[in-house]
């Protein structure tokens, strides 16, 4: 039986989750060691965008995305003995994250941190955020190229 509970937050309100939502980070967050239950809430209908909310903070919540939505030759190389250290089991059902950032007012100056993706394991609802020390993903990937930034400021 899973029984639904409530937890107030400041961005969405009252909202309803059971056990079998959250998503545990048992090293936290990169910055936020010591949250470490979240649920992710769907951003609105058909959008790239969901939110890791805290569930031990109510203002903390990460706007996050699929890293392929944005990048589609994304894949960050994790080695066999780092993925055991992080419980990362081969083959399991996992969905991959990274946060985003939008600058107020600034949609197009938008940019993704491909440096460090969040991992979730969907059967064991167990989370992980690497730090790649792959020097070809940035912590500031920009979405939008330049002109597409150039021409939305002139019109």
């Given amino acids: ?37 979240f649920l992710l809430l769907c951003h609105k209908p058909d959008s790239p965008f969901r939110w890791l909310q805290s ?22 190389k994790i080695d066999d003995d780092e993925a055991i250290r992080l419980g990362i089991v081969p083959n399991a059902p996992r969905i991959v994250f990274v946060t985003v950032t939008i600058p107020p007012g600034q949609p197009n100056e938008m940019t993704i941190n491909l440096a460090g993706p969040i991992v979730v394991d ?15 993903y940035t912590t500031k990937h920009r979405v939008f190229p330049q002109a597409e930034r150039v021409s939305a400021v002139a019109a």
Avoid: K
């Fill in 55 to 76: 569930l031990d903070e109510p203002q903390l919540a990460f706007l996050v995305t699929d890293p392929c939505s944005w990048v589609p030759a994304y894949a960050p």
């Fill in 1 to 37: 039986m899973n029984d639904t509970q409530l937890f107030d937050t400041t961005r969405f309100g009252t909202v309803g989750y059971t056990e079998a939502d959250v998503v545990l980070f048992e090293e936290g967050l990169v910055g936020f060691p010591d949250h470490r239950r």
């Fill in 122 to 136: 969907l059967e064991r609802r167990i989370g992980i955020q690497l730090v790649l020390g792959d020097e070809t």
